[in-house]
Structure formats: C-alpha cells, structure tokens
C-alpha cells in the first residue's frame, strides 16, 4: 500500500452558512454522527497502521460540533497534529478558543473563494468578518487560505490574496472548483485562464508570497506538482456517519462507497478503492506531457463528476490547451 498522505475525518455534516457551492452538500449525511470515542478510537487506528502523525478535521463546518474543543485537544493529547478546515466565520469566543489551542500543534485552513467571489457564494458581510479573524488570529496560528479558482474570480481578487497573505504572513493555496455536491460545471474556470493563472500565480511565488497551486514552472513548463493521492491509495475521507471513500469530492457517489469504519478497519476499506480511480484515458498514456511526466492524469474525482466515468480525459487536459495557451 502507499504511503498514506491525507487522512480527512468530517467532524460534523451541518453548517452556519449554505454556500453555493459546497461540495459536500452539508446536510447529506444518511448515518448518526460519529461519536468523539469513535473518532479517537480511528486516530488510534490509523496512528497504528498507517502511520499518519496529522490529521484534517472538515465538514460541514467542523466549528459547529458541540464538543469540537475537546476533541481537538484529545487529538493534540496523542501527539497528532490537527488541522482544521473551516469557513472563518465564527466569533471572537471561538478566535480566543483556537488561540489557546494553538500552542500545541493546530492549524487552520480558512476557505476564502476571493472576496466579492466569496460573499457571492458564501452570503454578504461572510468575507469581511473571515478577513478580520484572520487578522487576529494571523500572528500566533498557522494559517491557510484555501481558494477555489472559479468562473466568478476575478485576477484582481487573486492579487489581493496575494496582499492579505503577504501581510500576515500566511500560506495561499489554489485549486480549481471540482463540479461536485451543488457546484456545478458552470462554475469551473476555462482551461486557458486556468493554465495561464498557474502562471501568474508563479510571478507571485517569485516576489517571495508562499502558494500552493496544482502546477510549478519548471524551465518555463507547466508540472503538475504531485501524483494524484486517490490514484496512489494514500489518501481516505470519512464522512460524518463513518462512511468512507476515497476522496472528500467522491462523497455519495455509490460506485466509490468503500464501506463504513463501523464495520471495517481502515486498512480493509482502504484495499477496496477501485482501480478505475487510477485508470488513464488510452490517449493520455501515449501523451508527450504524461511521458514527461509534467501531467500527472488530472484529477479523478473532476473527470467521473464531469464525464460520469473514470479513464475519461480532464477538462484540463494539457495536451489540448497549452500548444496554443497565449494565441486564443
């Protein structure tokens, strides 16, 4: 088995926004709720078996489930380090709960889609209250911005991520928007402003701002930066009921249930994964960027949510748009 990368856990299914575009469609857990001895108990588990010295907390919000805090600081109790995925929009009780917090090993990771992008999807006066928590908590947690690129961003937003990040301090990180839960593909950002982004995002790297991005630059070309960890088995995502899949963005879809950790361990539900998940179009094998390794094969959970099926070429397909990226 690979390495394990990525061991996401969503803590709790409901919300305090109802974004456009959440790919989990909060609200769509079908089980009860994992219990907290539950959850400690599958830290011990994957601690144990696959190594994982960290662990993401997602949702829903995971800010909303009633006992968050102390489950956060049991974790930390084991020695893992705990990342929190949450939308930002909390209140200064919590700011000061985090802070505390904080000194033994948590950090966040704020979804914040732009900033006009962001209230659009996410509801009016939603990014300003996220901006001024990231303000108070920027100098003693460690602090990502997770974007999702859109079609509703605009460059200019990018560039004033880019300034917030600078200023305190903390990490960028963009992906594009996967068409999955109510984002639809008419959300998705066009290939050619994709591609030419990933360059532009890399003039921002250059002036010393830390991003994380799907491609690097490499002697002028395009690189996916990383193998996909769905295709490599090293990763998992445990939905609120315990109902696992491969990834946060296949959640529901019935041909990637691989079972539930109530009823199976997470090394049993693990060798399950399909191996459509890592199946290449018959194109994409033969393709100049794939031999050169600077496509990776894009991502499964984009293609199957998109073309309704693994093995089908990505929307981002480089062989397709970057011939002629600056001539259109």
């Known amino acids: 088995m690979a390495k394990h990368e990525r061991f996401y856990i969503n803590v709790f299914n409901g919300c305090n926004l109802n974004c456009r575009h959440c790919f989990n469609n909060e609200g769509a857990t079908k089980g009860p709720l994992l219990t907290t001895p539950e959850i400690l108990r599958l830290s011990d588990e994957a601690m144990d078996c696959l190594g994982i010295t960290e662990m993401q907390l997602t949702g829903g919000e995971p800010l909303q489930r009633p006992d968050i805090f102390p489950l956060i600081s049991a974790l930390q109790e084991k020695g893992l380090k705990v990342i929190l995925q949450t939308n930002g929009f909390f209140d200064r009780d919590t700011v000061r709960k985090i802070q505390d917090l904080s000194r033994n090993n948590l950090s966040l990771i704020i979804s914040m889609d732009g900033f006009e992008t962001n209230d659009y999807f996410r509801g009016r006066g939603v990014t300003a209250r996220t901006v001024a928590n990231i303000e108070m908590l920027s100098e003693s947690v460690d602090i990502r911005i997770n974007t999702l690129l859109s079609s509703r961003i605009e460059w200019e937003e990018v560039e004033n991520l880019a300034k917030l990040a600078e200023r305190h301090s903390i990490q960028l990180a963009f992906n594009p928007i996967c068409p999955s839960g109510r984002a639809d593909s008419t959300l998705l950002l066009p290939a050619q402003k994709y591609f030419q982004w990933m360059y532009r995002l890399e003039e921002l790297s250059a002036m010393g701002i830390s991003i994380r991005k799907c491609f690097n630059v490499v002697e ?109």
């Open 220 to 328: 002028g070309h395009l690189v996916e930066n990383e193998d996909c960890p769905v295709r490599k088995g090293a990763t998992v995502h445990i939905a609120a009921d315990g109902a696992v899949y491969p990834c946060g963005f296949l959640v529901n879809k019935q041909a990637c249930f691989l079972g539930s950790v109530r009823e199976s361990s997470i090394l049993d539900l693990m060798k399950r994964i399909p191996d459509d998940c890592r199946s290449l179009h018959p194109d994409c094998q033969k393709c100049e960027y794939h031999i050169r390794r600077e496509c990776k094969g894009g991502c499964p959970a984009r293609i199957l949510n998109l073309k309704g099926r693994f093995g089908e070429k990505d929307i981002y397909c480089m062989a397709e748009h970057l011939p002629n990226l600056w001539n259109r």
